[in-house]
Every structure is written in C-alpha cells, then in structure tokens.
C-alpha cells in the first residue's frame, strides 16, 4: 500500500514550476496590469510571489482571481494582413540617403506613414523598435546599390516584404501580430550588388504600450519612496 502512494502521479498543481511555468504566469500578469485589472503594487508583490513559488499549484495562485486562469487559453487569432498598403501619401514624410556615408533614423521618433531608404556605396538603418506610431501601416522604399539598408521593427507588429535583388540579397521576415489593430510594416525595394534586410528587435515592443507600463511603475516607485 506504501509502495502504491509512493508511485501515484502527483496532482498537476502539486508539481515542481519549470521556469516557462513561471514565465506563462508573469505574462499574463503583465497583461493584467496592462489592461488595468491589477494596480502597479498588486503587479509588482504578484510577480515577486511567481519568482518565490516552488509548485504550479503556488502559480496558478497568482492568477486565481483573473480571466485568463479560467477556462481554456485563448489560441493567438491573427490578423489578415492586406497583401498591399491602403491610402498611403503619393511623398514620402521621411527620406533617408547615404551615398557613400551612412544615414541612421532610431530611438524616439515619429515614423511617418511613407518612408524612403538611398543606400548607395553607404548604409541606411531604420530603426522602428522604439518609435512612435501615429499610423497603423507604414511603408519603407528602400534602394540600396553597393550599400546596405538594415530594418527593424518591434516583435508585436506585423511585417511584410515586397521586393528583389539583382546580384543582392533582398531579406524580410515575415511577422503577424496577434492584435488585429497593431501596426503594419511593409518593406518594398530593391537591392542591386547590395542587401535590404529587415525583421524584428528581440526584447522591443510598441513604444507606446510599454511607456504606460512604465508610468504605473514609476508611480508605485514613487509611493514607496513616498513612505
């Protein structure tokens, strides 16, 4: 009888939490906090608990009380992305030349819905991982001959790419982002004896999300410092 209580699979949440355990929980937390339906102190003790537990069971704890714990998990609907980009400005709003130098657009600024990349015995990188986006599609042209234009984009945006080389390499990763309204990064051109390459910023995600995130964090800073 001993032997038999010794060799009984344990109840799932009487399991030992693997790390990933630990991450689907803090995602989840995170999304939570985004959402408004925990406080910025309610977010950071849950997480310090999710770090602490030794079991599932100690996980699943932490989410009790929020939609995502009930039922089963949602599987990622994407959304269709138009094969071409709709009302785009026959200008482009920025236009990006290196002709024998290099032209570098990156950090915290606005990315227009039109934006041009000249590439020519020079190198052009568009870096959108930290930008503003005022608009849900946004088209780079990019030309490089004898040059090189390096694109990359946030992981929670979708990308396409339309273009060639002729004697180039022409690269883009294709992304689908799971929210229906995320922005679109479409990348069309050309690379002659020269390389167009775009795709995602590991770990950099929509500017403006993460910034109200932040804002909740500082303000619970804040407080304790406060006290």
């Known amino acids: 009888m ?62 009790r009380d929020l939609p995502a714990a009930h039922g089963p998990r949602a599987t990622a609907s994407y959304a269709t992305i138009p094969s071409r980009p709709t009302h785009l400005p026959p200008d482009p709003d920025d236009t990006a030349v290196a002709i024998f130098s290099s032209a570098v657009r990156k950090g915290r600024w606005r990315a227009g819905r039109r934006i041009h990349a000249y590439a020519i015995f020079g190198s052009v990188e568009i870096d959108l991982s930290e930008a503003l986006f005022e608009y849900q599609q946004v088209v780079i042209k990019a030309i490089s001959v004898f040059g090189s234009v390096e694109v990359r984009v946030p992981e929670n945006v979708s990308l396409r790419g339309t273009g060639g080389g002729v004697l180039g390499s022409f690269e883009v990763d294709t992304l689908d982002a799971e929210d229906a309204a995320a922005p679109v990064v479409y990348v069309d051109g050309w690379a002659v004896l020269g390389s167009v390459e775009a795709g995602p910023r590991r770990g950099k995600f929509v500017a403006d999300i993460l910034d109200r995130v932040h804002a909740k964090v500082e303000k619970s800073l804040r407080k304790h410092l406060d006290h």
């Open 2 to 63: 001993d032997l038999q209580k010794q060799t009984a699979p344990a109840a799932a949440t009487e399991l030992r939490a693997s790390d990933a355990d630990r991450d689907r929980i803090a995602d989840i937390l995170r999304e939570a906090l985004a959402e408004g339906r925990l406080t910025a102190d309610e977010h950071s003790e849950r997480v310090e608990g999710v770090l602490n537990a030794k079991t599932v069971g100690e996980l699943e704890a932490f989410i």
